[in-house]
Structures are given as C-alpha cells and as structure tokens.
C-alpha cells in the first residue's frame, strides 16, 4: 500500500486499541496539533485527507500553544486511567521544545501522550532549514534530542521503513503502566511527506491488552508475612490505586483488616473521605490524623505510590515511633517497589489486594490503633469544617463552597501554587475520579488545558478548574480552545496578586517574599508599588468565556451554581482574603541560606538544621 509516512502513521494509530477487563477503547483517541512548515505537510496534509472532524476515527484538535496540547492529552490520559491518550503533533524548531515540559510532566506522573514533532531535514539538502540548531561538532543532534530525557522512548524516523519496527515499540511502551509517560517520534519534515510502500499487515487492527500482573507465590507470602508481623499499620494510597480502578478493593481491605487509609495527591479520592478507615491526607500537605499515624506506624503499605517528598515529609515522616518502621510496596512497577528497602510486591494495585485479602486472613490491626485513627480524624473533620465556612472569603472558604456545591462526580482540576496543599487536606472526595491535582511536576500552566482533556475524556462529568492567578498568566489561552470545540468547563480564577504558596516560602526562608506579589515597581526601584492593574476577568471574557466576578461568600455560592447549570465555558472570578489555613504537620525540606547578614534567615536556618535531624534514610 503506497502512502507517505505521516498517511501511514495516521492509518496505523487508527487501528490502534487498548484492553483491560474486557473494554476496548482507543488507544489514540484523537490528535492535538498546531501547524507549521515542519508538520504542515506530512501529517497537516494526511489528517486533511482523511478527514479529521469528530465523525471520524482520529479527529483533529487546534490547541493554542503546544506545552498546552501535551497538558491536554495528559488530562484525558490520566481521566480515562491510562488507557487512551492523545497524539500531539508539532512543527519543528520551538513548537516542538514547547512541548518539552509537558513530556516532562507526562513522564513523571506515568501518564501515556504521544508526540509528533516536526524535524528538520533528514536528507540535510537545504540545511540550515528555518528554526534548526546547527551543532558544529553534532550534525545529527536536533533540538528535539531535547525531548529524549523526558520521553520514555524516543525514536528519530530517518527513513520511512524504520516506522514499521518502531511504531509497534512505540505502542507498547504507551500501553505498558509500568514503563508509560511522553512516548516521542521525531519526523524529518522531508520523511513525513515521503512515500514507501507499506506491509497491509501494519495497519491490521491491533488491540493492546493491558495487563493486571498478579504478585508472584513468593513475594506474597513474604507480604503476608511481613503484614501479620505488623499491629500499627499504615496503607498510603497512591495514583495507582487510581489507574488500576482498584478503590472497591481497598474500601474492603482497609475495613476487613482495620488498616487507616492516607493518600497521596494522585491518590486522593481512591477512598471516599466519610470511609470509616479514611484518614485523609498524608505527607508536607497531609492532615493531622493521618501524619500522626505515618509517625507511629510500624509497617507502611504503599500500594501505586512513588514516595515523593511531598509524602514522605522529605523522610521525617515515617518511623519516628521506638522500633521503627518497614515498608511493603505494592507496584507494577519494580523500581517504585524496592524503594525504603521494601518488601517487594511487583503487581497490579487491585490483583495485589485480591491476593492479600485470602493471605491475611483473620489478621487485623491492633483495635487500639484503628480505634485511634477514626478518632484522629473526627477531630480533623471539625477543624475542616471550621476552616471552610465563613463570612470572610479566604482561600479554605472558597474551596468549601466549591466542594458544597460540585455534586460527588464533578471533577477538581489543579496543579500549582497553594491551592493543591489546600486541597488535598480539605477537599472531601468521595468520587474516586473526582480530584484531579496534577503534583508530580506540579506545573503551572496544567490547570485549563489539563481540565480541557479530562473534559474531553468524561463529558458527563462536570468539570471544575481551580487556577490561582500566577498560573492563569501563565496560560490561560486554552480557554479559546474550549471555546472553539463547544467543550464546557467552569474555571474558577482565584485572584490573591501573586504568588501566595511562594511568597510564603520565601519568607519561610528569609527571602523577604522578593518577587511573589503582582506590584508595579515603586518610586525606590524595588517591585513594591501599587497593585499591578490587570483585569483577569476581562481577560478571560476576551477568550470567549462567560464571565462572573463574585464579591462575597453569597454571590461566590450563586456564581458556582450558575456555572455549574451554565452550557458554555464560564469563568468564576473570585479575590481572596488572607486568613487562617490548616496547619503544617510535616515538614518539607528547602534549603536554607547557611550564612546570612539577616536575623530572620539565620533563625530560619537554625530551624530547618533542627528539622532535618528527623530525617530517616528508611533503610
Ligand atoms: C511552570 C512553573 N514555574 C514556576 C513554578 C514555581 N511556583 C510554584 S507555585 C508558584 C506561584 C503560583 O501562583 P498562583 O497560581 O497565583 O497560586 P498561589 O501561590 O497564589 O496560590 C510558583 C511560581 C511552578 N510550579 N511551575
Ligand atoms: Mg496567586
């Protein structure tokens, strides 16, 4: 069959399918694209001909920046857990190095995108084409070589029949959850538009089954060994819970055996918050109950968890209690597993907890200790309750009005700043796919495009975008996406002129918050003058959205429902208050200036020397 590379390409990923449990889906749903003359051509021109409206079987996306495009695909891809993504398609030169960080973001949080960049010409002819980085020593090295650290497979398509052996390397590598992230072929803007003649059995439909490994005899028995050794456990609940749909598994686990349950950001919602073993948030943003806990237990089971430092409190958390602690990490993938020299257990998060259950028969946790832990979190829900309530609107009071007024299955979107600590300890999800905080690479930017994708991905669902305002600067112009595809989402903007989460830290470590607030520079030179004079809300207006500006805790509660009932983009413009916040109760490690000609610096310095003296090397 004679077709050039990018006709092939786009007939092969058509034929593209996943399967888990029975359900088939595309593996590929659709392709994000911005044009120019490295893509123009080649895919440009396949996508054309073969028609790439919604009727279709690979529909076509006009995103308008290319980091945004990845940001969308991960949103989808992490909304459908994992088993269908988005291909993203670039030119050559900046719009493909756009698209760096959201590969980066993509691999880091294991969530499956493809990446189409445009590359300069592989026959050399006309070098130095518009936008090439020309390398003296490295003729073959492009700026797409950039994309390699981040990309957990990376292939550079130099002669069309080099797509046969690649593609399906490609696929699998999208489709694996142990090994997923940004999955990158570099097309020559030449090789795209070439044409070959392609085997017919490339194109067969290819269905690519994805896997629930089950624990191997030995390692379970050693699990199970270790778990019956243990009166204080603890399980922490990580992304993989999630993907692996295995949240009725846990909700029975956790209550048979009487074992609290903390979770990560990515874990959040695998228990609903009112579960009986639900102790909430864990780690630097975990909650009072659940952080205690962390402290005492004496044997940790992370099931679908990296163990950032986010959750491990930069490793003070665990352990702190006389006889330590050990670990037993539940993975598909093993290098997650062997972290803290764990007890290994390479499975699927639902297949390991199907295989325990018969194992640990009769166990179950000191009665004391799960006594304790629903007590814990009672008294945290009262402090949850007070913090978001109120006539002021602080930060906590819109999260709480927001959460009253989304029903169970409407979807949180969220990334950077302060909201996310906020969020995950006081948001009650009781949806397992209903919080959706992006804090693997925590990236400013991924709130609108990443809502746009998990709208994409579940247009029954309501979506709700929490954005501050640093990250709605940085990229907001996704708004005219959702727009442009008729595709609702509510995004409610929360204004507080600048950077409060790093402000705050600044102070934390003597940087006086140099830099965090949105001022005009002042008459002594330094950025201290008067606010600075933008209009966020008409900002967003001029993209096409519906806009409510929202003064008051009232007309906050009927702007959320409006938009809620409303059927087009709408944006909730709100100004926060500074006020209280839930308390830190562990740590998070950021250096602090050794030597310093400030008292609050060197105070701050004696403070965190302190603090690292918790630190454990969970060995
Ligand atoms: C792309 C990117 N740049 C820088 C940072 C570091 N950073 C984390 S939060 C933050 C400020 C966010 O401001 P805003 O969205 O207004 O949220 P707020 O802190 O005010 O809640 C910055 C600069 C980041 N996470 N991502
Ligand atoms: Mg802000």
Redesign the pocket.
């Known amino acids: 069959m004679r077709l050039t590379v990018a006709q092939a390409l786009l007939r092969f990923l058509a034929n593209q399918w996943s399967e888990r449990d029975g359900v088939e889906q595309r593996l590929v749903a659709g392709c994000l694209g911005i044009f120019g003359h490295g893509n123009v051509a080649g895919i440009g021109q396949a996508l054309a001909e073969r028609g790439a409206g919604t009727s279709g079987d690979l529909p076509y996306y006009l995103a308008r920046n290319e980091q945004a495009m990845v940001h969308t695909a991960v949103g989808y891809a992490r909304a459908r857990d994992r088993l269908s993504t988005f291909a993203c398609t670039s030119s050559i030169g900046p719009g493909a190095t756009n698209m760096v960080t959201g590969a980066a973001l993509a691999t880091i949080n294991r969530i499956p995108v493809l990446l189409l960049p445009g590359d300069v010409f592989a026959t050399r002819v006309a070098d130095p084409v518009l936008q090439q980085l020309e390398d003296p020593r490295f003729p073959d090295v492009t700026v797409n070589d950039a994309l390699r650290p981040v990309s957990r497979f990376f292939d550079r398509i130099n002669r069309p029949e080099q797509l046969v052996a690649s593609l399906p390397a490609a696929m699998r590598v999208l489709a694996d959850p142990a090994e997923t992230g940004a999955v990158t072929l570099a097309l020559p803007q030449d090789v795209q538009a070439e044409a070959y003649d392609w085997p017919e059995e490339l194109f067969a439909r290819r269905v690519w089954h994805v896997a629930r490994p089950v624990p191997e005899p030995a390692a379970l028995a050693r699990a199970a060994e270790l778990a019956r050794s243990s009166r204080r456990p603890l399980i922490v609940a990580g992304g993989g819970v999630v993907y692996s749909g295995a949240w009725r598994e846990l909700a029975g686990f956790a209550a048979r055996h009487g074992v609290p349950v903390g979770e990560t950001q990515a874990g959040k919602g695998a228990l609903p918050y009112d579960h009986p073993c639900a102790v909430g948030a864990v780690g630097h943003t975990g909650t009072a109950a659940a952080n205690e806990l962390a402290r005492d237990a004496d044997l940790v089971i992370g099931i679908g968890t990296r163990y950032t430092d986010f959750t491990t409190a930069s490793r003070t958390l665990f352990g702190q209690a006389a006889g330590g602690v050990r670990f037993l990490n539940v993975n598909v993938a093993a290098f997650d597993a062997a972290k803290h020299s764990g007890e290994m257990l390479v499975a699927d998060a639902r297949a390991a907890l199907e295989a325990l259950g018969p194992a640990l028969d009769g166990w179950r946790a000191d009665p004391d200790w799960t006594a304790r832990a629903a007590r814990l979190t009672r008294e945290w829900q009262e402090q949850v309750a007070l913090l978001t309530t109120g006539d002021a609107l602080t930060q906590p009071v819109v999260l709480g009005m927001l959460n009253e007024v989304a029903h169970p299955t409407d979807v949180v979107v969220n990334a950077?700043?302060?909201?996310p600590g906020d969020l995950h300890k006081l948001w009650r999800a009781s949806d397992p796919k209903s919080y959706h905080v992006e804090y693997g690479y925590?990236?400013?930017?991924y709130e609108i495009a990443g809502g746009l994708g998990v709208k994409l991905a579940v247009p029954e669902r309501e979506v709700f975008v929490l954005?501050?305002?640093?990250?709605?600067l940085?990229m907001a112009q996704e708004i005219a996406t959702a727009v442009q595809e008729g595709v609702k989402l509510v995004v409610v903007l929360?204004d507080?002129r600048?950077?409060?989460?790093?402000g705050g830290l600044s102070e934390a470590v003597g940087a006086g918050r140099l830099g965090t607030a949105y001022r005009l520079r002042g008459a002594g030179g330094e950025l201290d003058g008067a606010l600075l004079p933008v209009d966020l809300a008409a900002n967003a207006a001029s993209l096409g959205a519906n806009v409510l500006r929202a003064d008051g805790p009232e007309s906050l509660r009927l702007a959320l429902a409006e938009a809620r009932r409303a059927t087009g983009t709408t944006v909730v413009y709100v100004e926060t208050v500074p006020g209280p916040g839930a308390e830190t109760t562990a740590w998070w490690d950021v250096p602090v200036a050794e030597v310093s000609r400030g008292e609050e610096t060197r105070r701050a310095r004696a403070a965190y020397e302190r603090a690292r003296r918790d630190r454990r090397p969970y060995l």
């Open positions: 950077a700043g302060s909201m925590s990236c400013m930017g954005v501050g305002d640093g990250s709605y940085m929360v507080n600048g950077f409060a989460s790093i």
